[in-house]
């Protein structure tokens, strides 16, 4: 039997302790003990997916370790790996120690940071499980971490639904949200594009440089946005994965300027409806697109690049199949997934 855990997104501190207030941050000392579970002793293969937002703590997940089953924890972003942050932002201490972290406000926060750090090392360090990463990228970072050196790491990649992600010719949507019929559409989406991880600031620089017309289409949490001369349109949180596939659909390109993400869904899903993306070449994003072929791979955090890319799209004829490379289709990840456990 397989359980698998996950839980929503993480807790959202305040400016109290962060220079940026968009910073995602989860300590971990909070939540349940599942080793008590009827399910999970009666499992024979645990994989843990997503821990934080109150679900398991650090204190928990060393009971589920020392529980004696088979365990395999898939990581989703750098939270494993640091005193507490999921994205280190460039930033390479936690390779040896998290300390003196350049996201802390003050000198006695930054204290506390590090004896998290090392008490997360010490719960989590030398016990027996296996690591899957969902990117190369992410597989890297944790071979440079102390913590888990000695552990055997694959990178498996993910798959999406392609019965609901997939092209689709129907216009309907597009008509009913006052899209005019050959306007190109630029797309841009995440559950919250105010957090600055997401490098919507560059999409709005971008559009300001583009020399021909064109629509912006955008979906999850988003700031009062205006746009000189150009058709702005927000359908905000979409919770049905059919609507979303939609959307895709709808539009010409989809733009994600990240900053720093493991290997985004929202990339996947739109290649598997088969519209190209824009990206920036960082991070795992490199691994889902084929630059020039499937998508646009820009210069990291280069606004000009952004620009080319979406210049690029607008020549772009779609196939009318899945542009997502065929090791993130769901037969041959779960066929690595079962091989690796």
């Known amino acids: 039997m397989i359980i698998l855990l996950k839980t929503g997104l993480p807790s ?13 941050w989860s300590f971990g000392f909070v939540g349940f003990d599942i080793t008590k579970c009827k399910l999970f002793k009666e499992a024979d293969i645990i994989i843990i997916c997503w821990v934080q937002g109150g679900f398991i703590s650090i204190k928990n997940l060393s009971k589920i370790f020392n529980s004696n089953k088979k365990i395999v924890w898939r990581f989703s972003d750098m939270w494993p790996l640091t005193a507490g942050c999921h994205y280190s932002l460039g930033c390479e201490k936690f390779q040896l120690e998290c300390k003196n972290c350049h996201l802390i406000r003050n000198d006695y926060l930054n204290i506390i940071i590090n ?36 552990i055997e790491t694959i990178n498996i990649g993910t798959f999406t639904n392609d019965e609901i992600f997939r092209y689709n010719d129907n216009n309907i949507l597009r008509s009913k949200i006052g899209i005019q019929p050959n306007k190109f559409t630029i797309l841009v989406g995440s559950v919250d594009l105010s957090d600055s991880r997401k490098g919507f600031d560059y999409a709005l620089k971008a559009f300001d440089r583009l020399d021909f017309d ?43 300027p990240y900053l720093y993400d493991n290997l985004p869904n929202t990339i996947i899903e739109s290649l598997s409806c088969g519209t190209p993306v824009v990206a920036f070449d960082t991070c795992g994003i490199p691994e889902l697109i084929t630059h020039r072929n499937t998508g646009y791979l820009a210069k990291s955090f280069e606004v000009d690049s952004l ?29 690595r997934i079962i091989h690796f456990i």
């Not at 992410?138 to 440079?144: A, E, H, S």
């Not at 629509?215 to 946005?225: A, D, E, P, R």
Request: with cysteine.
């Open 115 to 150: 004896k998290v750090y090392k008490y997360k090392k010490i719960i989590l360090s030398n016990k027996r499980f296996k690591i899957m990463t969902p990117s190369n990228w992410l597989k890297d970072q944790v071979n440079k971490s102390v913590y888990y050196k000695n």
């Open 214 to 256: 064109f629509t912006v289409l955008t979906y999850g949490k988003v700031c009062n946005i205006k746009l000189k001369n150009t058709s702005f349109i927000n359908l905000g949180y979409i919770d049905k994965k059919e609507k979303l596939a939609e959307i895709y659909n709808i539009a010409d390109v989809f733009l994600a």
């Open 12 to 24: 959202d501190f305040s400016r109290i302790f962060f220079k940026n207030s968009s910073i995602s």
């Open 307 to 335: 620009v080319d890319g979406l210049k690029w799209a607008k020549e772009f004829v779609k196939p009318k199949v899945s542009l997502l490379p065929e090791n993130f289709t769901k037969d041959i990840v779960m066929e």
